[in-house]
């Protein structure tokens, strides 16, 4: 019990920031609990419990109205526990599943019912074993309708990526922006890359998330006040402000070298989207038209 990590802060403050109303958590986990939904034998980092109920509390304490539960890839391909989430949620949560490749399209439809909108595909290497391209491909175009793909890399390999992110057939979400080096700043080389990726079609949306985890001290940053983060992310908000989400990242997986305030990481949110109408788009209006069109 005492290897099972944990990442989260135990009493994040109040934010300064007040979301608009109806704002989005659009990128947020579940852990079990372990007793209920235990991890995959294939997890590669054993955590504590991070329950619905401890999720759905942080989400009133941080002026938030609902979430977008992702998959963690310590639950592999079995989806219940973030299942379990979104039913306890009382309509004010949707989320995006891992699936085996060779699901069913009646296992398909039956993650819609429960309430996801999309899959994600994960390449990185600490986190999963294998990421098979072609499989991803194959299943990819047979989601239900409305459903988009998410995709979590790291910057290094997003040139070799292209080629099969060009294929999907369906919009894509890129997970933390494609983790670029935010210490270059806006003009950086990372930037670029994910810029020209951006521009390549209109469909692929990204997560403007995890200062925690980009401007971290540990990976060469400066850590809370995460000033290379605002610097380097505002201007990509509002260039590309139609397609763009946010999320809080909590439990945030893997961070236990440096615990986030979540407080602090909401009131980031001016610092990369200053204006009323920009916090809207982010926060409401765009994961709004991923996750609940038919409210529009
Ligand atoms: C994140 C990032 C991480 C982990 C996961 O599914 C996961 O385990 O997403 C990570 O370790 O970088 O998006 O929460």
């Given amino acids: 019990m005492s290897d099972r990590i944990k990442c989260w802060h135990d009493a994040p403050g109040k934010p300064v920031f007040v979301p608009p109303a109806g704002a989005i958590d659009a990128h947020c986990h579940v852990f079990g609990p372990m007793g209920e939904f235990p991890f995959s034998p294939k997890a590669k980092y054993l955590p504590q419990d991070a329950s619905p109920e401890m999720l759905f509390a942080l989400r009133d304490h941080l002026g938030f109205a609902r979430n977008v539960v992702v998959q963690a890839s310590c639950h592999g391909t079995d989806n219940a526990a973030t299942l379990n989430a979104i039913a306890r949620s009382g309509g004010k949560a949707r989320g995006v599943a891992v699936v085996d490749p060779d699901i069913s399209e009646a296992d398909l439809l039956a ?147 440096e615990i986030a305030d979540d407080g602090h990481i909401v009131d980031m949110i001016p610092r990369i989207a200053p204006t009323p109408e920009l916090q809207h788009k982010l926060l409401v209006a765009n994961p709004m038209r991923l996750y609940w069109p038919e409210e529009l």
Avoid at 175 to 196: E, L, Y
């Fill in 111 to 257: 993650l819609h019912e429960g309430g996801m909108r999309g899959i994600r595909f994960n390449f990185l290497k600490r986190l999963v074993d294998n990421a098979p391209k072609d499989k991803f491909l194959e299943v990819a175009s047979r989601l239900p309708e409305g459903w988009h793909v998410v995709i979590y890399f790291e910057a290094d390999i997003l040139e070799e990526l292209r080629p099969f992110m060009d294929a999907i057939p369906v919009p894509l979400v890129i997970d933390h922006m494609g983790r670029p080096d935010v210490t270059q700043g806006p003009d950086g080389a990372d930037m670029k890359a994910f810029r020209s990726f951006l521009d390549s079609r209109e469909d692929i949306w990204f997560k403007a998330t995890c200062p925690e985890r980009l401007d971290a001290r540990k990976e060469g940053g400066m850590g809370d006040p995460w000033d290379n983060f605002a610097a380097a992310v505002a201007p990509l908000v509002a260039d590309y402000q139609d397609r763009v989400l946010w999320g809080t990242d909590w439990p945030h997986p893997n961070m236990q070298d």
